[in-house]
């Protein structure tokens, strides 16, 4: 098959610059960490602060510095709503839905999930900027979506 | 390996073929159902820009009782039924005109086309009676009423008998001209209904297996995880069923438009043959943010994301180098004095061309969305319709409206209404495309929820006001462009006079000579399908092994809307 040698030398080129973007990426997700969700658990976690419950959200600090969140999302709030920590901690989320699918999106960090019924969203993002953050619900859930938000508050130390 | 000589689309003296009367009105009751609907979709998307930008005109308009039932309907009719009703009526036409011989037969395709109608009168109804606010995704648990599921299968279903109407009258060809490749138009739309007919799979199971059960209390509830996962099976494919249209026209029809010649068709059709294979097994893309689908399977769909952007590389390359050849012809010098030498006075061409120029900002911001953990950043903000209305709104649809320049006077044999409204039509279509797009993007990377009413959202963050108001002003220009695209096509079927002489249907011929051969197998499909198949099964098989054996039909059905 004939191919000019133009064309032959333009996807040669575009194809070279993928492979440099999935190396990007590969190096993003493997050295600087950062990860996307994958397995985590289908049912309510027992994790190291304590047993999940899907009625009742809450924020237990496991050490100086590092935070674990039972978070609920329900049409059409999140449970808890209001997250005060200091500036510098750890914070790892584990979120449930009891009813449809939502979204967690807290503004500019890398922490963006999809809240699926029968799965557990979890992330984990450090606090080091002090001053409130907005998270929103980022996926459609009936007529009051646009109400579903919430704030982490970093509090300066 | 089989190889059979160049032979050009069009023998001679049969340019002249015309499809019989039936066919041609077929033709024109899908387009025209099709862009009614779209005119419905537009108006809505006009409430929705004014919206972001604080104007909340809902309480002013009929049968729409809130933004997201405005949105649901605006999704549905302007990517489901727009698109799916003139691809029927174009690619049904393309192959019966590329195979110079009458379909088999178009009473199934008037078949299909009430089937279809009957389904679409289902979601018409459910949608304007806020009984099916679910959007285009309809993710369970959030419920409808069974009649949407009933009537979107009704719709698909409708897409498989096209197939079969196309493959059938291929096979007929196939035997009265032995040896023949197919003809490029033709073999264009059966990539595209192949191509989807095996895409279809995922949703067909989830609809007919899951969601119309459940939504009738047959089944005790759903599995989210794994209606999301069947869904998108089927719903990434889908922005290939709409874009490989537009395809056919920009790689066998619109050099013949500029005066040009395509400058490769075994490249051309080898494009095609790739998206049969590549289109289906990326899906993950959409579900980065998944919980329970592993992180390495998601970085197997984003490689394969990356390798079906390599057909529409190849595509650029081709198509321009078409191009060029017309425009050289008409006079143009230098290094892009064939470009301004293109007949950009002809809407059809203009509206096709401006397409193409936005489809490739939309095929940028599409590698950003399906870069793995870039994803992280843009998934469910405004920056992701920002990308897909410089697709499917803008190659896809400036790209069917530019067909619809001259195919629906050639169909209806009537004068096109107005040329010089279809001439200013594209540009503002481009330039309110370029400004609500633009909006769109900035106001998702400022993280600005998509499929949200936002002018009513307490959390509206002030750096979003700017962009907010270029969506809303990009929209205003859209929906005008609309509406003089809808005046002219629906003045040109009722208002304009019928003409003697039935324009040519413009059908480019390869460059000959350099290219020498083709190989058979461009022309065939089945190593296709089966790569297909194998493909599917590396890159879904495990996971959906798992979601099926851990399956629990546990969560009832919501309506929160």
Redesign the interface.
């Known amino acids: 098959?004939?191919?000019?040698r133009?064309?032959r030398m333009?996807?040669t080129l575009?194809?070279v610059m993928?492979v440099i973007?999935?190396i990007a990426?590969?190096f993003?997700?493997a050295v600087l960490g950062?990860?996307?969700?994958?397995?985590?658990d289908?049912l309510l976690p027992v994790a190291a602060a304590g047993e999940h419950d899907i009625a009742e959200g809450w924020v237990r600090e496991l050490a100086p510095g590092r935070y674990e969140v039972n978070m609920r999302a329900r049409?059409?709030n999140f449970n808890p709503s209001e997250i005060r920590i200091p500036a510098g901690s750890t914070v790892t989320f584990y979120i449930h839905s009891e009813?449809?699918?939502h979204?967690f999106?807290i503004?500019?960090t890398?922490?963006?999930?999809?809240i699926?019924?029968?799965?557990?969203?979890?992330a984990t993002y450090t606090f080091d900027r002090p001053g409130e953050y907005?998270f929103?619900?980022?996926?459609?859930?009936?007529?009051?979506?646009?109400?579903m938000?919430g704030r982490v508050i970093v509090e300066e130390l | 390996m089989a190889a059979t000589r160049v032979a050009s689309q069009s023998v001679a003296g049969a340019d002249a073929y015309v499809p019989p009367e039936t066919e041609r009105k077929l033709s024109l009751a899908f387009i025209g159902v099709g862009f009614a609907h779209l005119l419905v979709g537009v108006l809505l998307g006009f409430l929705q820009g004014l919206e972001h930008a604080g104007i909340d005109l809902y309480a002013y308009v009929p049968l729409i009782r809130h933004y997201y039932q405005g949105l649901a309907i605006h999704g549905v009719f302007n990517v489901l039924v727009f698109t799916t009703y003139f691809i029927g009526g174009f690619l049904l036409f393309a192959v019966g005109r590329g195979l110079q011989r009458p379909l088999i037969t178009a009473g199934w395709g008037w078949a299909t086309f009430w089937l279809m109608t009957v389904g679409l009168l289902l979601v018409d109804y459910t949608l304007f009676t806020n009984q099916a606010s679910v959007l285009f995704t309809s993710y369970p648990p959030l419920q409808a009423h069974p009649l949407y599921y009933v009537g979107l299968a009704l719709i698909v279903v409708g897409t498989w008998l096209m197939t079969v109407i196309s493959v059938r009258t291929t096979l007929a060809w196939r035997r009265e001209n032995p040896g023949q490749r197919t003809p490029l138009i033709t073999f264009g739309a059966l990539v595209t209904l192949i191509m989807w007919t095996a895409a279809s799979v995922g949703i067909a199971v989830e609809f007919v297996g899951f969601l119309i059960p459940w939504s009738l209390g047959w089944l005790p509830g759903t599995d989210p995880l794994l209606m999301r996962t069947l869904f998108w099976m089927s719903g990434h494919p889908i922005v290939y069923f709409w874009l490989l249209p537009a395809y056919v026209t920009w790689y066998f029809m619109l050099p013949k438009q500029v005066g040009g010649k395509l400058f490769s068709e075994p490249l051309a059709r080898l494009a095609f043959l790739l998206f049969i294979p590549l289109s289906l097994p990326v899906g993950f893309h959409h579900q980065y943010l998944d919980p329970g689908v592993s992180e390495g399977y998601k970085a197997i769909h984003a490689f394969l994301t990356f390798a079906v952007f390599m057909p529409s590389v190849i595509t650029a390359f081709t198509v321009l180098a078409s191009l060029e050849i017309g425009g050289r012809a008409r006079g143009g010098r230098g290094l892009l004095g064939w470009v301004t030498a293109l007949p950009w006075r002809d809407p059809s061409v203009a509206a096709q061309l401006l397409g193409m120029v936005l489809f490739s900002l939309g095929g940028v911001s599409g590698l950003i969305n399906a870069s793995f953990n870039v994803n992280l950043v843009v998934h469910n903000t405004m920056f992701v319709p920002g990308h897909f209305h410089l697709t499917v709104g803008s190659a896809v649809a400036l790209s069917f409206m530019g067909v619809s320049y001259w195919l629906v006077p050639y169909l209806s044999g009537r004068k096109l209404f107005s040329e010089g409204m279809a001439r200013f039509q594209p540009w503002l279509w481009f330039v309110g495309m370029l400004i609500m797009s633009r909006g769109m993007s900035w106001m998702g990377m400022l993280g600005a929820p998509r499929r949200t009413q936002l002018g009513a959202a307490p959390y509206f963050l002030p750096e979003w006001e700017m962009p907010a108001w270029m969506t809303a002003i990009g929209g205003v220009m859209l929906t005008i462009s609309g509406l003089l695209f809808f005046i002219n096509l629906f003045a040109t079927l009722w208002a304009s006079k019928k003409v003697e002489e039935r324009g040519e249907v413009p059908l480019a011929e390869p460059v000959n000579g350099q290219l020498g051969v083709v190989p058979g197998w461009l022309d065939r499909f089945t190593p296709w399908v089966t790569a297909t198949v194998v493909l599917v099964l590396i890159a879904y098989g495990p996971t959906l092994y798992r979601l099926f054996s851990e399956m629990s039909l546990t969560f009832p059905g919501l309506r929160p809307y």
Do not use: N
């Open positions: 098959m004939h191919i000019d133009y064309e333009w996807i575009a194809g993928l973007f999935a990426l590969g993003s997700s950062v990860r996307l969700p994958g397995i985590d289908q049409v059409w009813d449809i699918l979204g999106k503004q500019d890398t922490v963006s999930l999809m699926i019924p029968g799965q557990t969203a979890k907005l929103v619900c980022h996926e459609y859930c009936g007529a009051g979506h646009h109400f938000s």
